[in-house]
């Protein structure tokens, strides 16, 4: 069992930038890959990015790409997502998630691949 704890939510204005951090409770966190999602009120939970854990790979949302940037630290199994440029369509409710298997591209969009959840944090982006 694998326990993930977002932080760094809040409110900010428009072209702001947040930092999202999530810690995992894993020793062996470097062999999961971690996703990012996120939901607003009313809407499905959606992909917003992600890191493999074979080969470093990322991949991110067509509504977030060159804006949003997924790194992590697996010397303090810790994924971060650095959110630039700030929309308030971003608002939502943001998860982080952790997968066993192995995925790549379009297979790391789905939150059913995904074994473990964080609680979310809430991103609020005022106009």
């Known amino acids: 069992q694998v326990q993930l704890v977002e932080s760094g939510g809040g409110l900010v204005q428009a072209g702001g930038s947040l930092r999202l951090s999530c810690a995992a409770s894993?020793?062996?966190?470097?062999?999961?890959?971690m996703g990012w999602f996120r939901q607003a009120p009313g809407k499905e939970r959606e992909f917003v990015g992600a890191s493999t854990w074979r080969g470093g790979n990322t991949y991110y949302a067509d509504s977030v790409k060159g804006r949003f940037t997924i790194s992590r630290d697996n010397a303090k199994n810790t994924v971060y997502l650095q959110m630039n440029s700030l929309k308030p369509e971003d608002t939502a409710v943001y998860y982080c998630?952790?997968?066993?298997?192995?995925?790549?591209?379009?297979?790391?969009?789905?939150?059913?691949?995904?074994?473990?959840w964080g609680q979310g944090t809430q991103v609020t982006v005022s106009s």
């Open positions: 998630a952790a997968r066993e298997a192995y995925c790549s591209g379009y297979g790391c969009y789905s939150p059913g691949g995904y074994d473990y």
């Open positions: 894993t020793r062996t966190f470097s062999s999961y890959g």
